[in-house]
């Protein structure tokens, strides 16, 4: 397995990404990494010998985060985003990460890797945290802002392969977002879409409450990303100031103090459930290759889990599956 990492992309790039491909080429001697860059500025950062399954791919541009990201794409050719997604379109690697701008890996999705047959437009699907640990996946979360029922039908389909092959799941149980259980509930999308998914080849359990996703109301959850996009922040923004507060709480007093250290374990272990870095990234689907967006401010660990992620998606021949299933192949 090879898979490109842009090791420019992201807020403590090319740092952190360099070394949390070095734990994972530790990790997993039998994947290569072809770290997509500047040589001058990624060589200082092994400190000794490079790993035999690690090269070094110049690329002498990088896609910022205020660049638009179409333009960006067209003209900066040889960024290390534009030209990791090079090397997977031309089959020298068979999956891409990178922490950069998500405009501009979307982009790179759709001009550069190109949209799988049959897809009309990619997703992104990352996993959101759950109190079982072992969450939702949710698409679209961002990609899209607009989609149409027959988009939403494509999203399950995807998700419900990515659960069954990546996660081992049985029949992965797939939600609609909606403001409502009811079957009538929701806009005209909801409504048609609804409908699109009672007849789809997966197991559709109806329409699901944001408040009930992190209880794992079902296994894939499918939205447009518009209202994705919105439910995952308000989410994130929820979480922060919980966290927050409990701090400020504890810090009031000796005995609010010595209930801290009491705490304290459990709610590192809360905190750890809720943080991003635990899932590595999300998966643009719908594409011809495996292209794996991470968090901007993704660190080791974060690199490390998402290298994870993408060797557990190409051994599940996830690409193949999805192509299949969409064609009646």
Not at 8 to 26: F, N, Q, W, Y
């Amino acid at each position: 397995m090879r898979i490109a990492i842009d090791a420019m992309g992201g807020d403590h790039a090319p740092d952190l990404i360099v070394k949390g491909a070095l734990e994972a080429a530790a990790e997993w001697p039998d994947t290569e990494l072809l770290l997509v860059g500047d040589t001058a500025a990624i060589e200082p950062l092994f400190g000794g010998a490079k790993p035999d399954n690690v090269t070094i791919h110049h690329a002498d541009d990088v896609i910022g985060p205020d660049d638009e990201p179409v333009r960006a794409v067209r003209r900066k050719k040889g960024a290390s985003m534009v030209v990791a997604g090079t090397l997977v379109k031309e089959g020298h690697a068979e999956a891409m990460l990178s922490a950069g701008n998500t405009g501009a890996l979307m982009a790179t999705g759709l001009l550069v890797v190109g949209r799988m047959e049959g897809i009309e437009r990619p997703a992104l699907a990352p996993m959101m945290p759950t109190m079982d640990d072992k969450g939702v996946l949710a698409l679209d979360l961002g990609a899209n802002m607009d989609a149409k029922p027959e988009h939403l039908l494509q999203y399950a389909i995807m998700g419900s392969i990515y659960r069954a092959k990546v996660h081992g799941m049985d029949k992965p149980r797939v939600g609609l977002l909606n403001v409502g259980t009811e079957a009538m509930k929701g806009n005209e999308i909801s409504k048609a879409t609804f409908e699109l998914l009672e007849k789809a080849p997966i197991h559709f359990i109806g329409n699901v409450e944001a408040r009930d996703v992190l209880n794992r109301n079902c296994d894939v959850l499918i939205c447009d990303g518009f209202a994705g996009n919105i439910m995952l922040k308000a989410m994130e923004g929820a979480a922060g100031t919980i966290f927050t507060s409990l701090k400020d709480a504890f810090g009031q007093s000796l005995l609010t103090k010595m209930a801290a250290a009491i705490m304290l374990p459990r709610l590192k272990q809360l905190k750890k459930k809720m943080d991003y870095k635990e899932h590595g990234g999300a998966p643009l689907l719908g594409l011809n290759g495996l292209v794996v967006k991470c968090h901007g401010s993704s660190d080791v660990v974060a690199v490390k889990n998402a290298v994870r992620q993408a060797r557990v998606a190409l051994q599940a021949k996830l690409i193949d599956s999805i192509t299949a299933e969409i064609n009646g192949k």
